[in-house]
T-cell receptor
């Protein structure tokens, strides 16, 4: 069974440029998460989807970050414009449902903003 | 507020020696507890989880963890460490009835010396 797929794996951009990350969850997983992992820190939730609905986006900086999950499968996370402080690893995870279901993580996208 | 503390930022263990990684949590109800491992450039992989029942939980790769409610701890152990165990280890708690996702500690980096 394929795991959570993320692309690109690495991205280097200039500040003020836009950037987008893509995630393909495990087939059949209804719940999808985007996490932010700063250097030396644990992941922190940005947004959680149940199917195509964003049910927890309280930690998403909505002035510059946006996300979508069309048709309840793949998801895209966008930053526009990027700032130096956005340099981090962006992790996508998925689970069958919410609650006790195990979250499976993708390899992440490492973003460097210059 | 929910929180997870991993007191040790970095631990070095000799190959073949035993390992214990500490995790303390703050939670208002019966917690769901997890240990994840992250190798360089890889996503997080679930080692084990505790929801209820037997407080000693067995996981993959020879790891185990013990839930101690009186000490608010969920320490990870392995009787004999292998060089391939060198990685970063994250303890996490959640989700709770309010529907938040996993809350991670800051992680412990394990180095294995020969």
């Amino acid at each position: 069974e394929a795991g959570v797929v993320q692309s690109p794996r690495y991205k280097i951009i200039e500040k003020k440029q836009p950037v987008a990350f893509w995630c393909n969850p495990i087939s059949g997983h209804n719940t999808l998460y985007w996490y932010l992992q700063n250097l030396g820190q644990g992941p922190e939730l940005l947004i959680r989807y149940e199917n195509e609905e964003a049910v927890d986006d309280s930690q998403l900086p909505k002035d510059r970050f946006s996300a979508e999950r069309l048709k309840g499968v793949d998801s895209t996370l966008k930053i526009q414009p990027a700032e130096l402080g956005d340099s981090a690893v962006y992790l996508c995870a998925s689970s069958l449902g919410f609650g006790t279901d195990t979250q499976y993580f993708g390899p992440g996208t490492r973003l460097t903003v210059l | 507020a929910q929180s997870v503390t991993q007191p040790d930022i970095h631990i070095t263990v000799s190959e073949g020696a035993s390992l214990e990684l500490r995790c303390n949590y703050s939670y208002g109800a019966t917690p769901y507890l997890f240990w994840y491992v992250q190798s360089p450039g890889q996503g997080l992989q679930l080692l084990l989880k505790y929801f209820s029942g037997d407080t000693l939980v067995q996981g993959i790769k020879g790891f185990e963890a013990e839930f101690k409610r009186s000490q608010s701890s969920f320490n990870l152990r392995k009787p004999s460490v292998h060089w391939s165990d060198a990685a970063e280890y994250f303890c996490a708690v959640g989700p709770n009835q309010a529907g938040t996702a996993l809350i991670f500690g800051k992680g412990t980096t394990l180095s294995v010396s020969s």
